[in-house]
């Protein structure tokens, strides 16, 4: 297991096949009525070939994968994770998909978006982008948390996309960023553990706002004033070598 920033964080094999964290050492008695398990639905999404697959197969095992001999990403059946979290036991359902169209016209879209590109193919950060303003064009990220995923930082020397530019693109969306590699297990834990921690968060906010959203009018800024911001805020940090606030905060994926 492993522990991240306070929060106990194991897997075990489940009889099914599948791994999950595992509970404690000290199971608890058999006569201790257990707690509903919580359920949750997460869309992978990206371009074919930015790890989609590897990463939901690293996110089922605690051992590092061969990911580059893997077959490109494939539409396939929901992959389940089962994690306990601070001492609650969540079920996560993984779908790998090419695009948000399909999850958004769901009778009961996602719990989660998770936006996948590979730092080596500016064209995957395009599909990216593409995918973060469908979704906000569709007024599905209130409710939901969005998280944009750089994927094979281990290839640095091929590196085609910046982490500034992650960042900035994360902030424009109000969706939390980070950087992982499939192939040397780099931050897989990490993001699965603020996978679930955004989506309680989410849920948390909502109950706490009585089931209502905020308002469009606050939520929803052209994007083009907000990009442009950002890339005021990016500009400063490169001239003044400080990092802003905003950035900062899209890396933590404790708070939302």
């Known amino acids: 297991g492993i522990v991240n920033r306070g929060d106990s964080f194991r897997r075990r094999r489940s009889r099914s096949g599948s791994l999950a964290p595992s509970s404690p050492a000290q199971s608890a008695p058999e006569t201790t009525e257990r707690r509903p398990v919580a359920c949750h639905r997460v869309a992978m999404v990206g371009a074919p070939g930015v790890g989609k697959t590897a990463l939901i197969s690293q996110f089922q095992t605690s051992e590092c994968i061969n ?48 936006v996948i590109y590979s730092v080596v193919d500016k064209a995957s950060f395009q599909k990216a982008e593409q995918e973060l303003a469908r979704l906000l064009d569709c007024d599905m990220l209130r409710a939901r948390p969005a998280l944009l995923v750089g994927n094979k930082i281990d290839l640095a020397r091929s590196r085609a996309v910046s982490t500034q530019d992650g960042k900035c693109l994360a902030c424009t969306y109000k969706a939390k960023f980070i950087e992982v590699s499939v192939g040397i297990n780099h931050n ?57 606030s905003k950035f900062k905060n899209c890396e933590n994926l404790h708070v939302l």
Not at 91 to 107: G, P
Not at 204 to 215: C, F, H, I, P
């Open 188 to 244: 897989v834990d990490e993001l699965l553990v603020g996978i679930l921690n955004q989506i309680r968060l989410k849920k948390q906010q909502y109950s706490a706002d009585g089931g209502r959203e905020s308002s469009p009018a606050h939520w929803y800024k052209s994007r083009g004033v907000v990009r442009a911001s950002m890339k005021a805020r990016q500009m400063f940090t490169w001239i003044f070598g400080k990092e802003d």
């Open 67 to 114: 990911a580059y001999d893997r077959q490109r990403d494939t539409d396939s059946t929901e992959q389940k994770v089962s994690i306990m979290l601070n001492g609650e036991e969540s079920e996560l359902y993984f779908v790998n998909c090419t695009s948000t169209k399909e999850e958004i016209e769901r009778s009961e879209p996602p719990d989660a978006f998770v």
